[in-house]
């Protein structure tokens, strides 16, 4: 909310710099988020007063007013069309800042010679001060501006920008944050004297009002004013409503805008001859019900919303906006203005369901109290009829059917202490929230509390702790640590797997990245080159921001693809990148399932490009070779398998399976899918389910010893047909208890072995815990595993 | 015979004297002390020659054969150290050429920051717990003290998960923030509580440089008798010395969050003005870094905790602007953009 400090200064003495009271406020909740200076830099620009006009000799369009400045007087060249004498103006001398009429440049007044005359000074219209866009004519000064005085101390104001938190619809009003000053600096407060004149005529003989639904308007208001005239406001208010971000009407909508923000407190006038019957009814609408608001367009209502209507349709939309059809307009006469009090939640949702944020709107949302439409109501009235003229009715209509009870609450010094850590005596205690106009009635060391009856968001103890907390202020709370004994702790495993995943993978060359978890059904769609089917269909957001933001992704690999392709552009080199985060698989009638996943992309050359190296490709084995270095590290037991993923190529893709469930997989990816990426190279892929893999993940290892008896080795060459794997043959091998380890060091097909049959050279290490092996017990055993090598897979040696 | 060994004697050491690389040293020690050298028979054949000559001629053979020893040792310790010599100055190579590559990888800036929070509240007791993304309406906001139509809800505009009840509500949306953990650790655990609640979060909102659909939260919460805002103060204040440095100063203001009461926000001193004022603070010299307060009754009670025995602290802060101001970076969208100029920076 934006508040000048000109129009705080009428209702209290500030006697404190204002950077000081922006900090005050800010501190104690009322964050000021900005504030301007009007007229900062109007130096040398005083307040003058015309006393002649003489013509240019040489021009018809220019004119020689003379400005008398009290001490001294000035002869200047004009151009504005809109001078006459006795106008006050502001003047300025050579020297002042100004803002040029047509470019909007800033620049320094110097003296000129116009049409041969020289002109020492000049007259200013309102965008030449910065004040606004109007460069019609020079600004006229009210009648009672003083000559010779300073603008900047005559116009001159500073705007606070506030940010007004929810709960202090109070503070959405200048009345408001005067008496938030006055807690803060104790000055008293002064609100406005509120009297007119009534005529004899009750209110009550000429408009009648029923409330339908109490339980979305409390209370209603209501006072009318015959023989206005419809005009232009004062310069004053429509300077203020402009400084406060509204446009100016006319003089009754701006005074209702005025005493909106000044009270706080929405008000809405109508022309009292176009309510039909004379009667105000405040009921919900009916469904599909139709009103044209003020701003021309027609709005279609539910029955979950509140409307102000005569006998016969709405003529407003209660609290958010008023009907065409009832809208005050040049030819209006008499006024009849609203002062209500209506349900927050209802005006919320209203608001919101037609999009219609408004002032009124945001005060009637936020929870203004019901006792605030007497004051506002009785202080628009009067402005209107200082401003419009005419006669108020005798009374107020006021249906009152929802009064709330400010209850009184208990507060002790020990419950202050016991929250705020701090001791405060009950005077303390008492002394603050008296400041803020709260009834104390002090008990030993407990006090009865009741909060005025603009306070909306006082409900209970703790509401008080923090009132006398932050007018007290914060920074007298101490700052101490925690003294509780430590609670104890049950780590999630889960954690602790993630944080040694993602070390492993740095550790391993590769780069974090995070991607967002809104994807589009077209991304996902190119991963898969086949069936063109998502089984099962992703979660999606019902109100997707952008296309490519709709759905809740399944699986990480195809942002990792996406990002590979986005880096391609500037990045030749090797490649590594991954993801660990969550997926989101649909659950019934439930929250979905959010597994972490690991996904890791590989692609490009092995190594940099480099003066010392080659350039071979990363490929199958290396995506392969992160995950079994990863699962060795985490001492799970896991076996690689044959795999059916339609994203990735045919024969080479396998399976992580961990205690006979596939978990991840390994491979390279489908051709297709790289291209539908827009991705040129080969690229390999690694994905693993952490939140499956970690009940086999061994927090513990159990030790090895470390063998006392020397090994003996020897190398195998085998010849197999091409379709048996390493893996049948290694486990045969490995099955023999003689047998320590076992390594492949070479596969070889072509000239020197059969069509159709591969050469595969293992090397064997025998070694036994107990003894150190013959030669002897070496040689019958490997006669043994190349029997069963023979007989189970058709392997010979290799002559 | 006495002549023979010291013709012998000094035709070796000549010899001796001329190798010069130890592998020579094997020929010649065969040579001169082997099994088949004169010496050894020399020294094999006195007894078959007369006891008085047999005397002098093995002291003297003795006296060669140590001799020699010696001398081959000095001789392999003179070369092994011309050896060492010459291999330390050893192949010269121009060490300005670039080395050979390990990759290297980097976590996340986003991920370095929120392992150094967590580091920083594991050691004040506090344990890391995390909850669902896509979260029911209730723990995101009505447990919050955010029931329907609340104007709260207005500034965390909501992305709500396209799935309806059979009464046709819409229920599920994606967390608007961390705290809706803090909702469920409250149904769950038993005091003493201390628990920080880091993840990703949710808005309805277009992305430019200082917004994002997604970003990083950390949620901080505390349930225990007698904790107090003091409590909450020196808890926040310890993270922000140790995360922002010592001599950064820290404010605390009276701020309104509708799961906490008194609510509180906490500001550091700009990082680029010092307090002064510029843009990046917009003008005031502080830059907010996060919401706190004391946990309200209300949200403990519907919990199932006890207000009139407990008091708790709960605290949220957003975790990307962190790695921003202490990189510099001024648009958000880098972070989830994932180039890799950028990433490889951290």
Redesign the interface.
């Known amino acids: 909310m934006k508040v000048p400090l000109k129009w705080l200064q009428e209702h209290i003495d500030i006697t404190i710099p204002v950077p000081d009271l922006a900090n005050r406020l ?4 009322i ?1 000021v ?2 504030r301007q200076v009007v007229g900062g830099n109007w130096q040398n620009i005083v307040v003058g007063q015309i006393i002649a006009i003489s013509p240019h000799p040489n021009a018809d369009r220019l004119t020689l007013p003379t400005i008398d400045l009290g001490t001294e007087r000035h002869t200047v060249v004009t151009g504005a069309p809109n001078i006459k004498v006795g106008d006050k103006v502001a003047f300025a001398y050579v020297g002042a800042e100004l803002v040029d009429g047509h470019s909007g440049q800033v620049f320094r007044l110097k003296s000129a010679k116009i049409r041969g005359v020289v002109s020492n000074g000049m007259v200013c219209s309102e965008k030449e001060l910065g004040i606004s866009d109007s460069h019609e004519g020079i600004m006229v000064l009210p009648t009672e501006a003083p000559v010779s005085a300073l603008l900047a101390d005559y116009l001159g104001d500073v705007i606070f920008d506030l940010e007004i ?4 619809p109070d503070c959405l009003s200048i009345i408001g944050i005067t008496r938030e000053i006055s807690a803060l600096t104790g000055q008293d407060l002064h609100l406005p004297q509120v009297s007119y004149e009534e005529s004899t005529s009750p209110i009550y003989q000429q408009i009648s009002i029923e409330i339908v639904a109490p339980d979305l308007c409390p209370r209603y208001c209501a006072s009318l004013i015959t023989g206005v005239k419809i005009a232009e406001s004062p310069k004053w208010i429509q300077q203020r409503l402009l400084a406060c971000g509204m446009r100016p009407i006319n003089n009754i909508v701006d005074v209702t805008n005025y005493v909106m923000l000044e009270y706080g407190q929405p008000l809405h006038a109508f022309d009292y001859h176009l309510i039909r019957d004379k009667k105000i009814i405040v009921r919900r609408a009916t469904d599909s019900e139709a009103i044209v608001t003020l701003d021309g367009v027609e709005r279609v209502l539910s029955k979950n919303m509140l409307v102000i209507a005569d006998k016969e349709r709405a003529v407003a939309i209660a609290g958010v906006m008023g009907g065409a059809n009832s809208e005050v307009s040049e030819q209006t006469t008499s006024i009849l203005l609203e002062s209500a009090n209506f349900n ?3 005006i ?2 209203t608001g ?1 369901t037609l999009r219609l944020p408004s002032e009124a709107c ?1 005060r009637f ?2 929870g203004i109290r019901p006792e605030l439409t007497l004051p506002a109501i009785k202080r628009a009235t009067q402005l209107i009829i200082q401003l419009a003229g005419g006669e108020a009715a005798k009374g107020l209509a006021d249906i009152y059917p929802g009064k709330l009870e400010q209850k009184p609450i208990l507060l002790s010094t020990s419950h202050v ?6 001791k405060f005596s009950l005077d303390q205690i008492v002394s603050a929230l008296t400041s803020l106009g709260f009834d104390c009635k002090t008990k030993e060391s407990e006090v009865w509390v009741t909060a005025p009856y603009w306070r909306s968001d006082i409900h ?1 103890a ?2 008080l ?2 009132e006398v ?2 007018i007290t202020g ?2 007298k ?11 104890r ?4 495993p ?2 602790s797997l993630k ?1 040694k995943v ?2 492993s ?14 994807t589009s059904l077209e991304i996902l769609n190119k991963l898969l080159p086949e069936s063109h089917t998502l089984e099962p269909m992703p ?8 296309a490519d ?1 709709e759905y ?1 992704r399944p699986n990480l690999r195809a942002n990792l693809l996406a ?1 590979l392709c ?2 391609r552009r ?2 030749d080199g ?5 993801e660990l ?2 997926v ?1 698989l649909p659950g019934q ?1 439930n ?2 399932e ?1 597994p972490e996943v690991l996904c890791g992309i590989l692609s490009g050359p092995r ?2 490009k ?4 080659g350039s071979e490709l990363l490929d199958f084995f290396d995506a392969k070779g992160v995950m079994e270095g990863l699962l060795n590290q985490l001492g799970v037991e896991s076996s690689f398998e044959e795999s059916s993923d339609e994203s990735l190529h045919q024969s080479k893709q396998a399976a992580i399976v961990i205690n006979g469930n596939k978990m991840g997989v390994v491979g390279e990816l489908n051709p297709k899918v790289t291209q539908a990426f827009e991705i040129g190279d080969t690229v390999c892929l690694f994905e693993i389910n952490l939140t499956a893999l970690l009940p086999f993940t061994t927090s513990y290892k159990i030790f090895q010893p470390i063998p006392r008896f020397p090994a003996i080795l020897r190398d195998l060459a085998l010849v197999v047909d091409t379709r048996i794997t390493h893996q049948k043959v290694q486990n045969i091998v490995k099955s023999f208890p003689l047998v320590s380890e076992v390594s492949i060091f070479d596969v070889y097909s072509g000239e020197q072995v059969p069509p159709g049959k591969k050469s595969l050279a293992y090397r064997i290490t025998f070694q036994l815990p107990s003894h150190t092996l013959t030669d002897e017990e070496v040689n019958r055993v490997q006669e043994q595993i190349l029997d069963k090598l023979s007989s189970e897979l058709g392997a010979t040696l290799r002559s | 015979m006495l002549k023979q060994l010291e013709e012998m004697e000094s035709s070796a050491l000549r010899e001796l004297e001329d190798i010069n690389r130890i592998k020579g040293l094997e020929s010649w020690q065969v040579r001169y002390l082997g099994k088949k050298s004169e010496l050894t028979n020399i020294l094999r054949s006195l007894t078959t020659i007369p006891l008085d000559e047999r005397k002098t001629v093995g002291a003297y053979a003795n006296k060669v054969k140590v001799n020699l020893e010696n001398s081959l040792g000095e001789k392999r310790q003179t070369l092994r150290e011309a050896e060492l010599a010459v291999s330390a100055k050893g192949e010269v190579i121009d060490i300005t050429l670039p080395s050979r590559p390990f990759p290297v990888g980097h976590l996340h800036p986003i991920t370095q920051t929120l392992y150094e929070i967590c580091d920083i509240f594991v050691s004040m007791g506090f344990q890391v717990v995390e909850g669902p993304e896509a979260e029911w309406d209730y723990y995101n906001f009505e447990a919050l003290n955010i029931p329907e139509e609340h104007p709260a809800r207005d500034t965390m505009s909501t992305s709500w998960i396209d799935f309806e009840t059979e009464s046709g509500e819409r229920p599920m949306l994606l967390r608007t923030h961390t705290t809706s953990v803090t909702a469920r650790i409250i149904e769950t655990m038993q005091p003493p509580i201390r628990v920080v609640e880091p993840g990703k979060v949710y808005r309805y909102e277009a992305s430019d440089a200082t917004h994002t659909p997604m970003f990083y939260q950390i949620d901080g919460f505390a349930v225990d008798r007698g904790i107090t805002m003091a409590d909450l103060k020196g808890t926040l204040y310890e993270f922000a010395r140790r995360f922002f440095g010592e001599d950064r100063k820290v404010r605390f203001r009276c701020d309104y969050f509708p799961f906490v009461e008194p609510g509180v926000e906490m500001a550091i001193e700009c990082s680029v003005c010092r307090g002064a004022g510029c843009r990046l603070c917009g003008n005031s010299g502080w830059i907010e870094i996060l919401g706190a307060g004391m946990t309200h009754p209300q949200v403990l009670e519907r919990g199932g905790l006890d207000p009139e025995i407990y008091t708790s602290f709960a605290f949220g802060m957003g975790i990307d602007r962190l790695p921003m101001l202490r990189y510099g970076i001024d648009d958000i969208r880098l972070l989830y953009n994932s180039d890799l100029r950028f990433l490889r920076q951290f």
């Open positions: 800010t501190m104690a909740g964050e988020g900005g938190t929810p709960n202090r927050p939640a209802s919320h949702y919101r945001m949302e936020r202490s016991r929250v705020l850590g701090v209970q703790v509401d702790i923090e907390a932050r914060y920074d709370i101490p700052a101490t640590m925690l003294s509780q004994p430590l609670p702790q049950n780590p999630k889960i954690l944080q993602r070390r993978l740095i550790g391993y060359g590769f780069q974090e990245i995070i991607t967002y978890s809104l979660l999606r957001v019902a109100n997707p921001m952008t933001q809740l990002v986005a880096n500037h990045e090797g490649i590594r990148l991954f985060g969550r989101y009638n929250l979905p959010e190594l940099e480099s003066w010392h190296s």
